[in-house]
């Protein structure tokens, strides 16, 4: 059984923790929190909660995942990685996954989801529940693809982009570095990077955007 640091002790890191318990050969074996000390003072869902430092003595026999649900995780995802934390990849058992497809260290593939052939998703990405991924598809490192969202066939969705819940991205359109695609948009043309857009059709709302 490998044993899985859960990085991050807010409300996503309970599901999850849900998604490791239906993965089989995985355990959940603490959390691992690195902005309020205070969080480590008390257990989290029957399992101790670290301090980020500790995953240094952590490292030779324990994977990590990331429980952020914001693009900004990275930065705990390079802390962790740079005292030694390798990375798992979850799959639940409920998600298709097309034998063609890759999907790199860190990611998470929630129930329901679907990833077509040829598709490749990147490091520490979130494919959240029910999300859709077609074919031939590129999904950068950090993207966040929020419950619900359908990124259609031969598409790009760029390094932590935001993908927003039932937002839709069509056949061959590009969402830029660093975007965010706003809750139920529908994308019809390539999205610029960091730059926010919204509705139906989705148009440009907010320009030189921060990774969310």
């Known amino acids: 059984m490998q044993q899985l640091v859960i990085l991050g002790t ?5 599901e999850v923790a849900d998604l490791v318990a239906a993965c089989d050969g995985f ?9 309020d000390r205070a969080r480590c003072a ?11 430092d500790e995953l240094a003595a952590m490292a030779g ?30 799959v639940h058992p409920a ?14 593939a929630g129930a329901g989801a679907v990833v077509g052939a040829q598709t490749t998703i990147g490091a520490h990405v979130i494919v959240n529940r029910g999300v859709l991924v077609g074919h031939h598809t590129q999904i950068g490192d950090y993207v966040t693809l929020s419950p619900g969202a359908n990124v259609a066939g031969k ?10 819940m039932a937002a839709v991205v069509l056949d061959g359109r590009s ?18 990077a960091a730059t926010h857009v919204q509705g139906v059709p989705a148009r440009v709302v907010r320009e030189a955007i921060e990774p969310h």
């Open 10 to 14: 807010h409300a996503f890191a309970a």
């Open 27 to 35: 355990a959940v074996a603490a959390f691992a929190e690195n902005r």
């Open 42 to 52: 008390r257990p989290l869902h029957g399992h101790p909660v670290v301090w980020v």
């Open 61 to 90: 026999d324990h994977l990590a995942v990331c429980s952020i649900g914001t693009t900004q995780r990275r930065g705990f995802v390079e802390h962790a990685a740079a005292l030694g934390m390798r990375f798992a990849t979850l």
């Open 95 to 108: 998600a298709t996954i097309a034998p063609s497809a890759r999907l790199g260290p860190g990611t998470l």
């Open 155 to 164: 598409a790009t969705v760029g390094e932590q982009a935001y993908v927003g």
């Open 175 to 192: 969402v830029g570095r660093g975007a965010l695609v706003g809750a139920g948009a529908l994308v019809t043309r390539d999205v610029p």
